[in-house]
């Protein structure tokens, strides 16, 4: 009863969102079974080699970075042949607000920047008057993004003015997008510098320059969404947009290596601090609510995947995994993958099942994870087996699964019976 409770109550809460004025139907219908696969395909710009179109057709949404030198019908051509390959993919376009390049071989798009960066004075600069990097990495430079600076002669800083040349350079040439991807969306600047101009360096954690570094990227997306109201606005967020600048004005985050990485929370805080920032990142969201769960790690390096998955799967985000070996430029590709589970069965899982052990039932299967440090001893009950797989046929054999030993930092797929296993 307690079950059908809260399904209920998980089912209408949708119904009830919509009765509110919270818009559902901003863009494109969001899939509605799971998985539901992400990719992060910004690296090698390969776009234009068949196989690779293939690859990232298979996924529920994919973010690409087109550079200055594609011209905007070879950009749109490409997101049309993997469109149609697969009609439901959302396709988007990686943008930076804060960080520029600073030469001039980089295309037209890229100059237009470079002269306006420096005609306007919008560069970031220390006390020295000194522009301020933050990594070499990219041989890019920061900017200032706040409302210290000088509006250009039609009163637009930085967000706005760069919201318009996005939108000219690659948006409105591609109706096809379906997503305005921002990338470094901190809760506060990455650097120290004169941020407000007064001639001394601003400290970076100062709750006034934190406050002015986020408004910035506010003015952005207004921007955006006054040239293209329904296209999804997802942000690479390192925090969980509670912020009042943040809260509520995205439709999706990306949350970058939040498993498999030195930096990553689960390293530092553990599985449930992770998971924290999913449930809540996603809860900080507008609709539809799309969240990224991306994680980095071997291709090869299957019980971590399964444990990533199972733990993406518990919530009702789109799980991203990096190939460490390539970072963003491949598709990686797994047995759990092809499993269709179908639509959820039970609401979002934020509470431990048995023995610190979390499940979610689907209408062809369910997913288990084990985030504790011993091995768990369950029992599922009858009408479940495990998946059949090449990769890691010891674990996904196929057979009937009424008791099982799940590892710890493990996860598992089980499908009923009288499941599909295809995708």
Same mark, same amino acid.
């Given at each position: ?26 863009? !494109? ?42 011209? #905007? ?7 049309? =042949?993997?469109?149609?390959?697969? !009609? ?53 430079? *920061? ?45 506060? #600047? ?68 939040? *498993? ?105 299967? *369910?997913?288990?994870?084990? !985030?504790?440090?011993? #091995?768990?001893?369950?029992? =599922?009950? #009858? ?41």
């Amino acid at each position: 009863m307690k079950m059908f409770a809260a399904v209920l109550y998980w089912m209408l809460s949708g119904f009830i969102a919509g009765a509110c004025g919270i818009a559902w139907a901003e863009g !494109p219908i969001l899939k509605e079974t799971f998985p539901r696969l992400m990719g992060m395909n910004i690296g090698a710009k390969q776009y234009h080699d068949k196989r690779y179109q293939e690859e990232i057709a298979r996924l529920d949404i994919v973010i690409l970075s087109f550079g200055t030198k594609s011209s #905007p019908q070879t950009i749109r051509e490409t997101v049309r =042949i993997i469109k149609k390959r697969n !009609p439901r993919i959302l396709v988007g376009q990686y943008t930076s607000l804060d960080e520029a390049y600073d030469y001039l071989d980089r295309g037209g798009a890229d100059k237009d920047k470079y002269f306006k960066l420096y005609g306007e004075g919008w560069w970031l600069r220390n006390a020295a008057g000194q522009k301020v990097q933050w990594t070499d990495q990219f041989n890019t430079w *920061m900017v200032n993004i706040t409302e210290w600076t000088k509006p250009d002669n039609r009163g637009l800083r930085y967000p706005q003015w760069l919201a318009e040349h996005v939108y000219r350079m690659y948006i409105e040439p591609v109706p096809e997008f379906d997503i305005w991807f921002l990338d470094g969306v901190n809760y506060r #600047p990455r650097v120290t510098a004169d941020w407000n101009l007064d001639g001394r360096d601003d400290d970076k954690n100062d709750p006034v320059i934190m406050g002015a570094y986020r408004k910035g990227h506010k003015v952005y997306w207004n921007a955006i969404r006054s040239l293209t109201p329904t296209r999804l606005l997802i942000g690479n967020t390192d925090n969980d947009l509670s912020y009042p600048e943040f809260n509520l004005s995205l439709n999706g985050a990306f949350l970058e290596g939040l *498993m498999g990485l030195k930096w990553s929370i689960e390293t530092w805080g553990g599985w449930h601090k992770a998971m924290e920032r999913y449930w809540t990142v996603m809860k900080n969201t507008r609709s539809p609510h799309i969240v990224g769960f991306n994680v980095h790690g071997k291709s090869s390096d299957y019980r971590f995947m399964r444990y990533a998955f199972a733990s993406c799967l518990l919530g009702g985000g789109y799980f991203s995994y990096t190939d460490v070996e390539v970072n963003y430029s491949s598709v990686p590709w797994f047995d759990e993958y092809d499993v269709r589970l179908g639509r959820a069965v039970e609401p979002p899982q934020e509470i431990a099942w048995h023995y610190g052990v979390y499940r979610r039932v689907f209408e062809n299967g *369910m997913v288990l994870v084990n !985030p504790t440090g011993l #091995p768990v001893r369950l029992d =599922i009950g #009858p009408g479940y087996r495990r998946m059949i797989g090449t990769q890691d046929p010891e674990v996904n054999n196929g057979k009937p699964a009424r008791e099982i030993i799940l590892p710890s930092k493990d996860g598992l797929i089980l499908i009923r019976d009288t499941a599909v296993h295809p995708r």
